[in-house]
């Protein structure tokens, strides 16, 4: 970098590698690309890069390089290298962080908009028994185990009408309460209210619903539903609104256990649902993995449809009652969410 102060910048240039290896980048290579880029060598970088990306395989330096390219004009150079139809559900961290830049950007929204356009037909398919493989024991936590994780604040636990009981959880940044009522011998109907979210976080969430209704917490298990009642309008409250149990948070399952059809089909709506946001310019304000759930609707050949959040029951059931499992993945705790 000091050479390149010096004016030597096209000399450093010349002794660089005439096409970048762009997975054995370091953070000291980005640092001086960078420097490259602010004396206006761009399109002498661009010229080393390979003639199409591998986002399966970008490392997350090569993400932070393209995306400085992206953010000094390049990005039509950029989308000219990538994939028609990238695999979504493999992409690597460096991949997603270019894609999510790729939203603020006007060609790169043009590009997002047709990918995910293509990708509808990929995104919650039924898997079949044959596709899940074989497992054995348990691989993601029961319902039971879920529950006794929740965050309950202390002494709130109480009595409800019709035979809920209520508590409020321990949280930040608004208040939500949790009602359960027991809905057999090993299940129960599970409800949140969601509390003080704040109008513009509100306003975010409702844009939200309207944008990706599937994807979204619901008042309801819209899967269940057919025709015109489909993807319901939210359950708005004054402060608030009201949303069921989503299933299994993410952040508490480890998709490496998963099998492998399962895993790709939870990535690849994941991925629909922040890119999406990104477009339509919703901020959400923490959408890791904590936040995203997951449950599993199973159809049977006669199209009767039954919802499970216990992972290793649904798997069991779809390979002996020959039903299709469809991971449905939605995005939930709106209350840091903003749109512009």
């Known amino acids: 970098r000091s050479l390149l102060e010096k004016g030597y910048g096209k000399k450093i240039l010349a002794k660089l590698p005439a096409q970048l290896d762009l997975n054995d980048l370091t953070q000291g290579a980005v640092c001086l690309f960078r ?28 993400g932070n390089l393209l995306v400085s390219l992206l953010e000094k004009g390049y990005g039509k150079k950029i989308i000219a290298k990538l994939p028609a139809q990238p695999d979504l559900k493999n992409l690597s961290q460096g991949a997603e962080f270019l894609l999510r830049s790729l939203t603020k950007k006007p060609e790169g929204e043009k590009f997002v908009k047709e990918l995910l356009e293509r990708s509808k037909g990929t995104v919650r398919k039924g898997i079949s028994g044959d596709e899940l493989g074989f497992f054995e024991g348990q691989i993601a936590p ?47 109907k599970i409800i949140f209210f969601n ?20 994807f979204v917490s619901a008042p309801v298990y819209w899967e ?5 009642n489909q993807c319901p309008e939210p359950l708005l409250r004054k402060n608030g609104f009201r949303e069921v149990y989503a299933g299994l948070s993410l952040g508490s399952i480890n998709l490496n256990d998963l099998p492998r059809a399962i895993r790709d089909s939870i990535n690849i709506q994941k991925e629909i649902t922040i890119l999406t946001l990104g477009i339509y310019n919703i901020h959400h304000g923490h959408p890791h993995d904590g936040n995203f759930n997951v449950r599993f609707l199973l159809t049977d050949e006669n199209g009767t449809k039954s919802l499970l959040f216990d992972l290793n029951k649904a798997i069991k059931m779809a390979k002996e009652n020959n039903c299709l499992l ?6 939930r705790d709106w209350d ?5």
């Open 35 to 62: 420097s490259l880029l602010e004396k206006g060598y761009g399109k002498k970088i661009l010229a080393k890069l390979p003639a199409q990306l591998d986002l399966n395989d970008l490392s997350d330096e090569a």
């Open 142 to 188: 029961s319902l039971s185990e879920i529950i006794q994780t929740f965050p309950i604040k202390e002494g709130s636990a109480k009595e409800w009408r019709g035979g809920w009981l209520r508590a409020e959880l321990n949280k930040t940044g608004s208040k939500s309460y949790v009602f359960f009522k027991p809905d057999g011998e090993e299940s129960f």
């Open 195 to 214: 509390d003080e979210i704040g109008d513009s976080s509100l306003e975010a969430y409702k844009l939200a619903t309207k944008l990706i209704p599937g």
């Open 224 to 228: 269940l539903l057919d025709g015109e």
């Open 326 to 331: 469809t991971p449905i993945v939605t995005l």
């Open 336 to 340: 840091r969410a903003v749109s512009w």
